[in-house]
């Protein structure tokens, strides 16, 4: 005789962009997708935004109040352009610990600062989001730059951040979000479903991974419900920044 409770969980999907797919499957499909990617990753986001996501990463360290000395750690740090500019900031003194759950952008991202010189004060570890493998109230900041939205369990990883954060710690979630006006968001999916996918043929040879992207964006909490999320994570002072008419949005919240 089958559980009842089992057959339930068995049949438990979630989206892998517009499809749905069981909850199991989704890290491996998402994982498919950034190996794809990774070799590619930095000139695809540079034609994509412009380079405007420089920017947008700016803007997250200068809200994270990174200081000498403190120990920092980037969730799906991807390349490293956030442990890059962590590094020189907290010094000798300091640690960074960029975590990526996909081996393949871990390895571009090691490989990358490694031949910048940036090692020092940086270790590399494969993590899974939402079981992090660390301390409790270990780390100064905590971010996750576009990596959110291919987290199976949002919730379960914002409680794995709280966590690991000290008190008064901060977390930063810089993430693609919701356009602000109706004529944005109607030349923003033009872009992402007709341009985006076709960059991606050309560039890496892989339409579908970039029109996983843009879906998987489309499936994102917006700004307030995000900021729901992180309040209900245990976080104080949750506060967004809009930018580039709400296409990312910065939220940061402070652990008490």
Do not use: C
Not at 84 to 96: L, M, N, T
């Amino acid at each position: 005789m089958t559980d009842p409770q089992n057959e339930h969980d068995a049949e438990r999907t979630t989206h892998f962009g517009y499809q749905s797919v069981p909850e199991s499957l989704k890290a491996q499909k998402v994982a498919e997708v950034f190996h794809s990617v990774a070799a590619k990753y930095d000139l695809m986001n540079d034609l994509m935004s412009g380079g405007i996501h420089r920017l947008w990463k700016r803007f997250t360290i200068e809200l994270s109040g990174a200081r000498p000395g403190n120990r920092i750690l980037d969730i799906a740090g991807g390349t490293g352009d956030l442990s890059r500019q962590f590094s020189k900031i907290v010094g000798d003194a300091g640690e960074v610990v960029l975590a990526d759950i996909n081996a393949s952008m871990l390895k571009v991202g090691r490989d990358r600062l490694l031949d910048q010189g940036i090692a020092r004060n940086i270790r590399f570890v494969q993590a899974d989001a939402e079981k992090l493998p660390f301390p409790d109230n270990h780390f100064d900041v905590v971010t996750i730059a576009f990596g959110l939205r291919n987290v199976t369990h949002k919730e379960a990883a914002l409680e794995s951040m709280f966590r690991v954060l000290k008190p008064g710690g901060r977390v930063l979630v810089l993430e693609f979000s919701k356009p602000t006006t109706a004529l944005l968001s109607k030349v923003y999916d033009s872009y992402s479903f007709k341009i985006l996918p076709l960059m991606g043929k050309l560039i890496t040879q892989d339409a579908d991974s970039y029109r996983y992207l843009a879906e998987s964006i489309r499936m994102h909490p917006d700004q307030e419900t995000l900021k729901g999320m992180i309040t209900n994570a245990g976080f104080e002072r949750v506060t967004y920044h809009n930018m580039t008419g709400g296409i990312v949005a910065l939220h940061r919240g402070v652990k008490p």
